[in-house]
């Protein structure tokens, strides 16, 4: 399985985007792949959550966020839960990062979901690398 970090949603929706082609090449070839695709619970809350705000660049609505989530779901991405995910993994990928907890968590709950799962995480944030000594598979689309 492959876990898609939030970056790459709103990078493949976002034409103006530097990175919009590489993300939506990515986010359709995974779509399509045999390997299936999973979208983590709290990637699509941050999803609905910024894209949603009006200080967000890419604003959209309402009904337009929760329409891109329904359209990925009904393409077959999978939502991911963390029942898996372990405490001890956790702490050790926050320990791990070189930030600040506030600003290392979303990141290390993604690794550690990646790892509990044996899922690849894809992601833009070159911050994922700080993870790979610990277990993390970690895609850069821009390096495919």
């Keep these: 399985m492959k876990i898609a970090d939030v970056q790459i949603l709103f990078y493949a929706i976002d034409p103006t ?3 919009h082609t590489p993300a939506a090449r990515w986010l359709e070839d995974a779509i ?3 390997e299936p ?3 983590a619970w ?3 809350h941050q999803f609905l959550r910024l894209g949603t705000n009006p200080a967000f660049p890419g604003c959209m609505s309402d ?3 929760m ?6 779901i009904e393409a077959g991405v ?3 839960g963390d029942a898996e995910l372990r405490w001890d993994l956790l702490v050790e990928l926050v320990e ?6 506030r600003n290392a968590i979303d990141d290390a709950y993604l690794a550690a979901l990646a790892i509990s799962r044996g899922a690849t995480l894809a992601s833009f944030d070159r911050d994922f690398g700080a993870f790979v000594a610990r277990g993390l598979r970690w895609e850069d689309p821009q390096n495919r």
């Design 67 to 72: 329409g891109w989530i329904e359209e990925w």
């Design 96 to 101: 791990a990062s070189r930030r600040s907890l």
């Design 32 to 34: 399509n792949d045999r």
């Design 42 to 44: 709290t990637t699509i």
């Design 63 to 65: 009904d337009e966020a």
């Design 78 to 80: 999978e939502l991911v």
């Design 17 to 19: 985007s530097d990175l």
């Design 37 to 39: 695709l999973g979208l």
